[in-house]
């Protein structure tokens, strides 16, 4: 159980938490949810006692392990599958120490530990964890050196998920996955056998993986149960119940003041006067829930252009002359609003390119409207904007010859005020910058707009802005989204891009979600199953792992066998019949351990074969 009790603590001289309290039952998952810079985060570093509470006191169970995403990991040579073996410490420190130990009651206590934590497993699970987040059976051994920033970070995420912390604080984890990874981190969620912390905006994660909200709002906690929408149907109506109730409390005050006012001077009403000074005093103020800040996305409005806007007549694209995707038949119009659907590497990110001009075909043919205006937003944009020049510089590079003025009104119409359009980029918060990246990519009024993870960092309310926007926008839109919840509310076409083309797909979200989860690939209509399943050759991989290490299990159990053996022939060991009757003990441990690994190997020996 994670207890928060009455804490108090400030940055800069300003108080983030005045005597917040809340209490986290074990195994329950949270969504940790509140306004940009309540302290969300703070709250994550205050449990890790990376920082001191000035009052109150943060406890767990003893010996309870927190587990958080590091940062990033680093670019080293090490395999991803080694680098996520290697987070859970407790195993790798005991699989060192088995290979040095030479104390056959310390090796008993090493080999038991081992199987009370399932280490001979650890490989399959640690491989199962990382297909999930998107990395096939090649890219587990590949060193970590070989991927960008983005797909260390989701490395980092497989290791704490992999370590298993009886508390686990997870900050905005999807805004490094695509749509399937976010999908499989929701259904491991929901089977994760310990506490679960997370800071996200992600409603759907917040819908279907949590059993409870805790809300951090005016300095306190307030913990809800159920999952995101009842909360926030909750606090609407809390805060309905309350602005009413104020107004009549304004009233009431009011009343009273007047009648103070008027008679306070008088003396035969100089006591029914103070009385009512007294009833002011005493009159507790009811404030209701702060409403949530009204966020906008202004997209500039284009002019209306024939249909179709892009046509794509059996055409080919890809890199280098190898084509990713081939016989693409595909038509926008100018009022579509199209989500892309595909495993990641299928090509959805090739698709975008070619939709906006940045790659060509490499046959067929595509024609697109000779007035067409293409605005293009991906994430890694966001980090490639000017960190020590200004959003208003920004803005007046693309707009040289539009005065202050216009260009300030420009960011007020994507939420930057005066204070951040003045700020330097580099200070601005994740936010601040996608709503910067998604100015620069409208400005010219694009007739077809093509957008990349657009949530990555925006806030609860940002996003509902950003679906409000899209769905009043008069351009096309074309969506590459984690967020269900997005493409639910905008997208009114799906388009799956799968095995080198790109359908329509005649189903729902809710449907590909399924499918997703079942771990099934989007199939066209269903064929006969045939009569034996095909397993894949990421599946005989950790088959064969899990033999290994089983086998290795047996070697070093058997080899410690042999020498508590040779102690107990020992004659002289019996005339010390207390020291005798221990070593006993050991070897009747040894001699179950045994026979459950054996047990093991066999198990796994039957899946392999049956495999094969």
């Known amino acids: 159980m994670l207890r928060i009790s009455d804490i108090t603590y400030s940055v800069e001289g300003r108080p983030l938490f005045e005597g917040a309290s809340a209490t986290i039952p074990t195994g329950h998952k949270v969504g940790l949810v509140g306004r940009n810079g309540a302290g969300k985060t703070t709250l994550f570093r205050l449990i890790k006692r990376e920082l001191a ?168 906690l307030t913990y809800w149960t159920g999952p995101y929408d009842q909360f926030a149907r909750q606090m609407a109506e809390r805060r309905a119940v309350l602005t009413a109730e104020a107004k009549k409390q304004d009233a009431r005050r009011a009343h009273l003041q007047a009648f103070v006012d008027r008679f306070k001077a008088k003396a035969s009403k100089a006591a029914q006067a103070q009385s009512r000074v007294k009833q002011l005093e005493k009159m507790e103020t009811i404030t209701p829930p702060e409403e949530a800040r009204q966020q906008v996305f202004t997209f500039p409005e284009p002019e209306e252009l024939s249909p179709p806007i892009i046509n794509i007549d059996n055409a080919a694209v890809g890199y280098d ?66 960190i020590d020049e200004t959003p208003l510089q920004h803005v007046q590079r693309v707009r040289p010859a539009e ?75 074309v969506l590459v989204s984690h967020d269900m919840h997005l493409l639910g509310l905008v997208a009114d076409r799906l388009w799956l891009v799968k095995g080198g083309e790109v359908a329509p797909y005649t189903e729902d979200l809710e449907a590909y979600r399924r499918q997703l989860l079942a771990g099934d690939e989007v199939e066209k209509p269903a064929k006969p199953a045939p009569e034996k399943k095909k397993v894949s050759r990421d599946e005989v991989l950790a088959l064969k792992a899990e033999v290994r290490k089983c086998e290795d299990r047996l070697e070093k159990l058997n080899d410690m066998r042999d020498r508590l053996a040779k102690k107990l022939a020992d004659p002289e060991l019996y005339a010390r019949p207390g020291e005798a009757e221990t070593w006993q003990k050991k070897y009747a441990e040894v001699m179950e351990g045994l026979d459950r690994a054996e047990a093991l190997w066999m198990k796994a020996q039957e899946k392999l074969e049956a495999a094969a």
């Open 403 to 477: 005065g202050q003025p216009r260009n300030r009104a420009r960011l007020a119409g994507f939420g930057l005020g005066a204070d951040q359009a003045d700020t330097a980029v580099g200070r601005l918060s994740g936010g601040q910058k996608a709503r910067l990246s998604l100015l620069l990519a409208t400005i010219d009024a694009p007739h077809l707009l093509i957008l990349d993870e657009p949530t990555n960092h925006l806030d609860m309310e940002s996003r509902e802005a950003l679906v409000e926007a899209l769905t009043t926008y008069s351009g096309a839109v």
């Open 321 to 386: 002359g190898k084509a990713v995707l081939r016989k693409l038949s595909l038509r926008i119009d100018q009022d579509d609003r199209i989500a892309l659907l595909g495993r990641n590497g299928e090509g959805k990110s090739t698709l975008s390119k070619l939709l906006a001009g940045k790659l060509e075909t490499l046959g067929g043919q595509i024609t697109r409207s000779s007035k067409l205006r293409i605005g293009y937003f991906a994430q890694h944009q966001v980090d490639e904007l000017h």
């Open 53 to 220: 509470l000035e009052g109150g006191d943060i406890s767990l169970p003893a010996r309870s392990r927190i587990g958080g995403v590091a940062q990033e990991v680093p670019s080293s040579s090490t395999s991803l599958l080694d680098t996520v073996l290697a987070a859970d410490t407790e195993r790798a420190e005991l699989l060192a120490e088995s290979e040095t130990a030479t104390d056959p009651h310390r090796i008993a206590e090493i080999q038991t530990r081992l199987t009370d934590i399932d280490a001979w497993s650890a490989e399959g699970r640690a491989s199962a964890i990382l297909k999930g987040l998107g990395f096939d059976a090649e890219a587990q051994l590949r060193p970590c050196s070989d991927f960008s920033g983005g797909w260390r970070m989701r490395v980092a995420l497989a290791g704490v998920l992999f370590a298993q912390p009886d508390l686990l604080l997870l900050d905005e984890p999807t805004n490094y996955l695509d749509l399937e990874g976010a999908l499989w981190l929701e259904s491991y969620l929901q089977k994760y056998p310990h506490t679960v912390l997370i800071i996200s905006h992600d409603r759907g994660l917040l819908n279907r993986a949590v059993q409870g909200i805790l809300h951090l709002d005016s300095k306190k």
